[in-house]
């Protein structure tokens, strides 16, 4: 009979399999999770969305100095929101793009770019039917409007060298740099009511002092905010489930294997 061979106290311990969430990290296995969630995140958002309607235009008062064209802000103030706050997310993605190698960083970067442009679009858009009654024009060249214009031609320039780009490692890498050098925008939108005098008015909620605005409408706001986070979670995991689909086919087929 044949001894199993001893076993040596001085070989290298077997790796350890990845704990928990880190085995997402890889686009096979992040596919069909992405597919399980999607579903949830859109329901989520229309419940919030509609929630948050039916309180700003049903439940919150008139307005005594803006009358009803306030309304506009519960949709304006949180597509500012989420414009910012995407593209640090897509900047956090580049960097562990640049710094890790993951490939699903790149990828998520990617996905979020169309939704981050579309909040921006959204911002300038009803910033001007609110700006028009209020101020009596439709544009001015005030610092956080002109700052939010210049997010938005980040967001297409990114787009933009993305599709340019022949090699996807190389827009990948060229993007993150992009994304990374324009993150410097996003404070001087969001304190340039503090650092200039502008005519844009300043924040109704910060987190040193209570909110100026009263509580229905304070609601209405956060719930105008999560249903953008939730939508924007759901369409980011639905396109980045087509960018792993023609990047990664194998990824695909294995998921349909598993049906």
């Known amino acids: 009979m044949h001894k199993p061979p001893a076993l040596n106290p001085f070989a290298p311990a077997a790796p350890a399999s990845r704990p928990g969430w880190l085995r997402y990290a890889s686009p096979a296995r992040f596919y069909p999770l992405a597919g399980r969630l999607i579903p949830w995140l859109a ?8 929630a948050g309607l039916y309180v700003g235009l049903v439940v919150a008062p008139i307005d005594s100095q803006q009358g009803e064209v306030y309304r506009i802000l519960f949709i304006h103030v949180a597509a500012a929101w989420m414009s910012m706050f995407l593209y640090l997310v897509m900047a ?10 993951t490939r699903l960083s790149f990828m998520m970067m990617r996905a979020l770019a169309p939704t981050g442009a ?3 679009f959204v911002t300038l858009w009803t910033g001007a039917l609110w700006g028009k009654p209020t101020w009596g024009a439709w544009w001015v060249w005030d610092a956080r409007l002109t700052s939010e214009l210049i997010l938005l031609f980040l967001y297409l320039g990114f787009m933009a060298l993305q599709a340019a780009s022949d090699d996807p490692r ?11 050098a324009g993150v410097v925008n996003v404070p001087i939108i969001y304190f340039s009511v503090r650092w200039w005098n502008t005519l844009h008015q300043g924040a109704s909620i910060n987190l040193t002092t209570a909110p100026s605005m009263a509580h229905v409408m304070l609601t209405a706001m956060l719930l105008m905010v999560a249903a953008f986070w939730l939508y924007s979670a759901a369409v980011g995991l639905a396109r980045v489930r087509g960018i792993i689909a023609e990047r990664e086919p194998a990824a695909m087929q294995a998921e349909e294997k598993a049906r």
């Open 43 to 50: 329901l989520a958002a229309a419940l919030f969305g509609a």
């Open 92 to 101: 956090l993605y580049a960097a562990l793009g640049l710094v890790l190698q």
């Open 118 to 120: 579309l909040f921006t």
């Open 170 to 180: 190389r827009g990948d890498r060229g993007g993150a740099i992009l994304l990374l």
